[in-house]
């Protein structure tokens, strides 16, 4: 499956964005979805995920609350509602697929590009 990531900007503090995933190849039902982020200088890390159904979702403690995944399995197209966003948040968020909805980034075998999200205080 390839997957293209969208919808990166530059907003202010207490904005939102949303996140878009296009994925075409393979079925996008057949696979659980996770978004991630990589900010300058750190780690990638877990932001998301939702399983196959979007029946299931978990999050990173420090988006709970603010952040929602959902996906639409007709359109090969998942989402990530960002609100309350805050400086810490700005990072180049990266969209995965793979088998299992988890945090763990060794368990997605599809990535999409990344789309930079700013966030100015």
């Known amino acids: 499956v390839q997957l293209q990531a969208f919808g990166g900007g530059l907003v202010q503090a207490g904005g939102s964005l949303r996140l878009s995933c296009a994925a075409s190849g393979r079925a996008f039902s057949l696979y659980a979805m996770g978004w991630f982020r990589q900010a300058p200088g750190k780690e990638r890390e877990f932001v998301a995920t939702?399983?196959?159904?979007?029946?299931?979702?978990a999050f990173a403690d420090s988006v709970k609350g603010r952040f929602t995944i959902s996906r639409d399995n007709a359109k090969s197209t998942m989402y990530l509602q960002m609100n309350s966003l805050k400086p810490e948040d700005t990072a180049v968020y990266y969209c995965a697929a793979g088998r299992y909805p988890i945090s763990d980034l060794s368990a997605y075998a599809f990535w999409g590009q990344g789309t930079l999200v700013t966030v100015s205080s």
């Open positions: 939702i399983n196959q159904s979007g029946g299931s979702t």
